[in-house]
């Protein structure tokens, strides 16, 4: 016979989003399951592999929680390095834009203790070593989960509301009951495969286009990275995040035109051989956490984060940045609203899709609303190989317009268009063309983010008519890395 538990509330993963979510609803007073399959000293560790992840996050979405998580500050050692922005390189080293202002590389491990110490701090009640199974459905409403405990006995948990923090891999959102509003799969296309190590290195010399200790790189380059980028994150020391992700059928398709067998594992190991700077770098395997391979999602987040007593937050829905890949931040801003609002729901005794939906507006209007736009950039961008690439960041934007982008505002393309006239080459002036669509593209999609159903009656038209949108853009730009 199974054990069966009761709580207000379970939150499904104590990674960046969970943790936040329990320590709200703990703060109010409600009963709050923290549940996660690692041991509280590697909590956050997302597989065997470790805490897998560039671990760069902007100041903006730290000051986000301060204001939100009583008390709660951070320092040295869990930020582990300031940097001063985040900088996209072309592929031919010409052009530098700045992608994003001042932030941090945290020390993960650290940074994630520090979320649960406070979760439970708030008396949240914490469950390690638990792998959840998935949801208890019951006339349509998710009403708890099932999984294994520590001594691998079957347990059942019931609650109020469940909140999914499980990360890309969920084992609740993936077995929801078919329905509208969640959805339950992601295209492998909108996936970029991951990987990174921690190294300490000496750098053999100075060149801030593959190394700067102040701020953090990424490198365009569809033949290193097709379909994706290769990062360099400076650490704390002479130390670095060095990673690479990509897309599959990027990679399929650079790998068939150029004859050759690469992998993700291959590609990292080019990637680092190819930066002058780091010469003989040595794993720094601190927490077990030198090298790992994941996934993450760069789709715009799920269209609804809830369903009849479900909501979700983070990697769970699909919440990364479509361009950057950048999940921490809508990940924390997604733990603290669904705590938020989940504490709402239940205050009201509605945890129905109704009740919930105050979630979905909240997320949209702090940052959900600008992803579906991101995510047509970045089909285009899968789009275009490395000279175009090189042309574009060259000839297509100024670094201003380039940072609005990063951020989700349009471009005006104000200063770009002057340049119309003096662009060279057929495939430069066709994806300068495409440039326009995609900004003209980005609008509408904004316009229709910002008319966010209020309620869950009018979803189902409003979801059709941004898949209408974006599958349209999709069906235009065509993986293209060489
Ligand atoms: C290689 C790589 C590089 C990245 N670089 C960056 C970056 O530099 N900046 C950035 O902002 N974002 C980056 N991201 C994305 C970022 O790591 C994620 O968006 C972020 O971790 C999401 O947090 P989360 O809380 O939603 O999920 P997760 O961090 O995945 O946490 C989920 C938690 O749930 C637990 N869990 C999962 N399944 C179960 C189960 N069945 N039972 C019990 N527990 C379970 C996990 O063990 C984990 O503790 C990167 C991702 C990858 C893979």
Same mark, same amino acid.
């Given at each position: 016979?199974?054990?069966?538990?009761?709580?207000?509330?379970?939150?499904?993963?104590?990674?960046? =989003?969970?943790?936040?979510?329990?320590?709200?609803?703990?703060?109010?007073?409600?009963?709050?399951?923290?549940?996660?399959?690692?041991?509280?000293?590697?909590? %956050?560790?997302?597989?065997?592999?470790?805490?897998?992840?560039?671990?760069?996050?902007?100041?903006?979405?730290?000051?986000?929680?301060?204001?939100? $998580?009583?008390?709660?500050?951070?320092?040295?050692?869990?930020?582990?390095?300031?940097?001063?922005?985040?900088?996209?390189?072309?592929?031919?080293? !010409?052009?530098?834009?700045?992608?994003?202002?001042?932030?941090?590389?945290?020390?993960?491990?650290?940074?994630?203790?520090?979320?649960?110490?406070?979760?439970?701090?708030?008396?949240?009640?914490? @469950?390690?070593?638990?792998?959840?199974?998935?949801?208890?459905?019951?006339?349509?409403?998710?009403?708890?989960?099932? %999984?294994?405990? !520590?001594?691998?006995?079957?347990?059942?948990?019931?609650?109020?509301?469940?909140?999914?923090?499980?990360?890309?891999?969920?084992?609740?959102?993936? !077995?929801?009951?078919?329905?509208?509003?969640?959805?339950?799969?992601?295209?492998?296309?909108?996936?970029?495969?991951?990987?990174?190590?921690?190294?300490?290195?000496?750098?053999?010399?100075?060149?801030?286009? /593959?190394?700067?200790?102040?701020?953090?790189?990424?490198?365009?380059?569809?033949?290193?990275?097709?379909?994706?980028?290769?990062? $360099?994150?400076?650490?704390?020391?002479?130390?670095?995040?060095?990673?690479?992700?990509?897309?599959?059928?990027?990679?399929?398709?650079?790998?068939?035109?150029?004859?050759?067998?690469? &992998?993700?594992?291959?590609?990292?190991?080019?990637?680092?051989?190819?930066?002058?700077?780091?010469?003989?770098?040595?794993?720094?395997?601190?927490?077990?956490?030198?090298?790992?391979?994941?996934?993450?999602?760069?789709?715009?987040?799920?269209?609804?984060?809830?369903?009849?007593?479900?909501?979700?937050?983070?990697?769970?829905?699909?919440?990364?940045?479509?361009?950057?890949?950048?999940?921490?931040?809508?990940?924390?801003?997604? *733990?603290?609203? =669904? *705590?938020?609002?989940?504490?709402?729901?239940?205050?009201?005794?509605?945890?129905?899709?109704?009740?919930?939906?105050?979630?979905?507006?909240?997320?949209?209007? $702090?940052?959900?609303?600008? &992803?579906? %736009?991101?995510?047509?950039?970045? $089909?285009?961008?899968?789009?275009?190989?490395?000279?175009?690439?090189?042309?574009? @960041?060259?000839? /297509? /934007?100024?670094?201003?317009?380039?940072?609005?982008?990063?951020?989700?505002?349009?471009?005006?393309?104000?200063?770009?268009?002057?340049?119309? @006239?003096?662009?060279?080459?057929?495939?430069?002036?066709?994806?300068?063309?495409?440039?326009?669509?995609?900004?003209?593209?980005?609008?509408?999609?904004?316009?229709?983010?910002?008319?966010?159903?209020?309620?869950?009656?009018?979803?189902?038209?409003?979801?059709?008519?941004?898949?209408?949108?974006?599958?349209?853009?999709?069906?235009?730009?065509?993986?293209?890395?060489?």
């Amino acid at each position: 016979m199974a054990n069966v538990d009761k709580f207000d509330v379970i939150v499904a993963g104590s990674g960046m =989003s969970g943790a936040l979510a329990a320590s709200i609803i703990a703060k109010n007073g409600l009963s709050v399951a923290l549940l996660d399959r690692n041991k509280p000293e590697e909590v %956050g560790k997302k597989t065997n592999w470790g805490w897998v992840c560039g671990d760069a996050v902007a100041k903006s979405h730290l000051d986000f929680i301060k204001k939100h $998580v009583n008390g709660i500050d951070f320092d040295y050692p869990e930020l582990d390095k300031k940097v001063d922005g985040v900088y996209a390189i072309s592929p031919d080293m !010409k052009s530098k834009f700045m992608f994003e202002g001042e932030g941090y590389v945290l020390n993960r491990p650290i940074f994630e203790k520090k979320l649960l110490d406070r979760a439970i701090k708030n008396g949240a009640h914490h @469950m390690m070593e638990f792998e959840v199974e998935g949801p208890i459905i019951e006339n349509n409403f998710v009403v708890g989960i099932y %999984g294994k405990d !520590k001594s691998s006995s079957h347990r059942e948990i019931r609650a109020k509301i469940v909140i999914d923090a499980l990360g890309i891999a969920t084992t609740i959102r993936r !077995k929801l009951p078919d329905n509208n509003f969640v959805d339950r799969h992601i295209h492998i296309d909108d996936i970029e495969s991951t990987g990174r190590y921690i190294y300490s290195f000496e750098p053999v010399k100075d060149d801030d286009m /593959f190394y700067d200790p102040n701020n953090a790189l990424i490198h365009l380059n569809q033949e290193l990275a097709p379909g994706g980028y290769g990062w $360099v994150f400076p650490k704390n020391g002479n130390k670095i995040n060095v990673g690479l992700g990509v897309q599959k059928r990027s990679l399929d398709i650079r790998n068939q035109k150029l004859n050759k067998k690469d &992998t993700l594992h291959t590609l990292m190991d080019a990637y680092v051989k190819w930066n002058p700077v780091i010469k003989n770098p040595v794993l720094d395997n601190q927490f077990n956490n030198g090298k790992g391979y994941w996934s993450v999602a760069v789709r715009r987040q799920m269209e609804s984060l809830v369903f009849n007593g479900y909501m979700g937050a983070g990697d769970s829905m699909a919440m990364p940045n479509p361009i950057s890949a950048g999940g921490i931040g809508p990940a924390l801003v997604a *733990g603290i609203l =669904s *705590g938020e609002n989940a504490v709402n729901a239940i205050s009201k005794n509605d945890v129905s899709i109704n009740g919930l939906w105050d979630y979905n507006l909240a997320f949209n209007d $702090v940052y959900g609303k600008k &992803t579906a %736009g991101l995510e047509v950039f970045r $089909v285009y961008l899968q789009s275009l190989n490395n000279e175009v690439i090189n042309y574009g @960041m060259k000839n /297509f /934007f100024s670094g201003k317009e380039a940072e609005q982008l990063s951020y989700g505002q349009i471009p005006e393309l104000s200063l770009a268009s002057k340049f119309k @006239m003096a662009l060279k080459g057929a495939a430069n002036i066709n994806a300068f063309s495409d440039l326009i669509y995609v900004v003209k593209k980005m609008k509408t999609l904004n316009g229709i983010y910002n008319d966010y159903p209020k309620t869950p009656d009018t979803f189902d038209h409003w979801k059709e008519t941004v898949i209408k949108e974006v599958e349209e853009a999709k069906h235009r730009f065509q993986p293209n890395p060489v």
